[in-house]
């Protein structure tokens, strides 16, 4: 079993930036894959980031390749999402995902989610 706690949203205005924390409890944070996702009103869940088990691998949505990096420090089992360039179609709450298998998180499908942390960029 795996809890997520996300943190680190917030307001800030158009070309500013965030980092976003996901902490992992449970001792195996290290076997899994981790993930950033985020859902704007009106619209469905949308993949962000990914990244495996040892930080090596990292996958990007299209939108924001170039201004968001994921990283992770499996020390503190934790994940995060450094955020720049925000731009207001970045409003979103944003999720934090946790599976053993990276094409399964990526899907979507994902076996551990957080309860999400609002970001909004206003402009």
């Known amino acids: 079993q795996v809890q997520l706690v996300e943190s680190g949203g917030g307001l800030v205005q158009v070309g500013g930036s965030l980092r976003l924390s996901c902490a992992a409890s449970g001792r195996t944070f290290s076997t899994y894959a981790m993930g950033w996702f985020r859902q704007a009103p009106g619209k469905e869940r949308e993949f962000v980031a990914h990244i495996n088990w040892s930080g090596g691998i990292t996958n990007y949505a299209d939108s924001v390749k170039a201004r968001f990096t994921i990283s992770r420090d499996n020390a503190k089992n934790t994940v995060y999402l450094q955020m720049n360039s925000l731009k207001s179609e970045d409003t979103a709450v944003y999720y934090c995902?946790?599976?053993?298998?990276?094409?399964?998180?990526?899907?979507?499908?994902?076996?551990?989610w957080g309860q999400g942390t609002q970001v909004t960029v206003s402009s």
């Open positions: 995902a946790a599976d053993q298998g990276g094409p399964k998180l990526r899907a979507g499908a994902a076996d551990y």
